[in-house]
Each structure stands twice: as C-alpha cells, then as structure tokens.
C-alpha cells in the first residue's frame, strides 16, 4: 500500500493532543464511566485517572484558547455591530 501524506499509521488513535474538542470531551467521559464503575485494577484505574486528567487539561485549555478568539473577534467587529444611538425624545409635559 502506498503511504498517505498525514503520517499517520491506519487505525492508530490520535494523541490526546491532537484530538478535537468534541474527541476530547467523549474520551473522557468514556474514562469517568470505566473509574466510577470501578471493575478495573488499580493499575489501569490509576492509568485512566492519569488519561483523564491529561485529556480535562487539554480541554481547558482548548476552552480558553476558544474563549480568547471569542474576545477577539468581539473586540474586532464589536464597533461594526453596535447599532448608533437614537437621540432620546423629549419627554411629554402635562
């Protein structure tokens, strides 16, 4: 077979730093359900604890990291969105 440009080898999972968000996120609540049901080994539980926290720190991090473009971009465009201000009308006398 000839080899592809990524790299990759075929049916190798990805690190747990090259997984999406959404990759990321489903990885670890599949190691929260395998500790909380509490079948496993202690070594292979402290593996999965050890997983789980490497994949909430990823996590976090691509959080913030998401959070940041947000302001960005608000602080880019905010100033096209804001609508100008109407002029305040006189208040009625009775």
């Known amino acids: 077979m000839p080899a592809t440009g ?24 599949e190691t929260v359900e395998a500790l909380e049901a509490g079948d496993v080994p202690l070594a292979e539980a402290t593996r999965l604890y050890e997983q789980g926290m490497k994949l909430a720190r990823v996590c976090s991090e691509m959080l913030a990291t998401a959070e940041l473009r947000i302001t960005q971009i608000q602080t880019a465009y905010g100033e096209q969105m804001r609508l100008p201000q109407e002029p305040a009308e006189p208040e009625e006398e009775s």
């Not at 990524?6 to 609540?29: C, H, M, N, V």
């Open 6 to 29: 990524s790299g990759k080898r075929k049916g190798k999972p990805p690190g747990i730093d090259e997984l999406t968000f959404e990759q990321a996120i489903a990885r670890l609540d």
